[in-house]
Structures are given as C-alpha cells and as structure tokens.
C-alpha cells in the first residue's frame, strides 16, 4: 500500500512539474506562429499557411542545463548565410551539456550589427544542424534564441523544444546564416520545429 501511495506521489509530482513546462512551451509557439504572420517582411502570408508549420511533441528531456564558458578576446568573423552574403558575429561562449547520457558542446554568438540596436544589445544566438537536418527538419539548420541575462551563474537553459527554422525554411530570398561546423551535431534532436512542408 505505501508503494502504491509513493508511486502516485512521484507520479503526481512529475505531471505538476511538467505541466507549466507544456503551459509555458505551447504559450511560447502560439506567438511564434503570430510573429511569422505579423512581423513585417516575414515569411507567411496568410493565416492558412500556418497549418504547414510543424513541431515535434514537446519533450522535457531536451531541455537540459548547460555549463556556459565565456570565449575570451574572440575576434570577430563573417558568418556565411544561404543567400551568399555574410554577418558579423563574434562567439560569445561554448556551452556543454549531456544529451541522452552523452556531452555535447555548441557555441553561442553575438551579431555585432544587432549589438547596435538598443532592443536586441543583449540578444544573442544559436545556430546548430543535427541528424535531422534535411530529413525531418529543415536541411539549412535551425536557431535558438538567448539573452545575455539567460546565463545564471555560469549557466544557461538550453531548451531545444524551441529551436525554430530560419526564415530560408519558407522561403527563398533571405540571408540566413549557416551554422558553423562546429555547432553540427551528430545526435538527433528530435524537438523543436520540423520542415515547412508547404510546397515553396
């Protein structure tokens, strides 16, 4: 009797931590979906072509805590995007994780030309391909998006649930940088947006 009690205790426990998780992350894509609507020179153009836009069911276990390391005196590079023009950035730090029980590292990047803009000064950005790149998500990679107050003594929530597709993913036209080789991993991430599958 008090294993069954136990059990339906943890049980319990578990569906209430995960519920403002689930709460928090379809709250979170309902304004991403809008934003690709409403944002000026965004890549949607009527509501309907929102019933292409897909994503895996959300998943706890690929929100991991990641140990943030800054990158000291980083000089400044041009990231490649898919249109053949480059952006400035500069790597900010390297962030290492477990993943499905083994570690894995990607680096966080600041664009120096958002740096200019008093609303994204903090923003900072991660781009990375998987194993699913170009098989069920998007082939040009996909992004997660920071602010510098995101990283708490020494760490950060990197939570692929909300990894989204570049704008390159709907349609062609835009500079979307390409992820450097080394943000590619080599595990599927299989959260976050999946291809666009309307046809362009």
Known sequence: MRILLLLCTLLTTRAMAQTPFLEQLAQHRETYKKELLDSAGGPLKATTDLAYVHFYEPDSTYRVIAAVERTVNAEPFDMPTYSGKTKEHVAYAVLSFVLNGKPQQLTLYRSLNLMKLPNYRDYLFLPFKDATSGK???????????RTGDIKDGQITLDFNRAYNPY????????????????????????GEKTYEKDH
């Open 136 to 146: 069920e998500t998007y082939g040009g990679g996909r992004y997660i998006d920071f």
């Open 168 to 191: 390159c993913a709907y349609e062609e036209g835009y500079s979307c940088p390409i992820p450097p080789a080394t943000n590619v991993l080599s595990v599927a991430i299989e959260a």
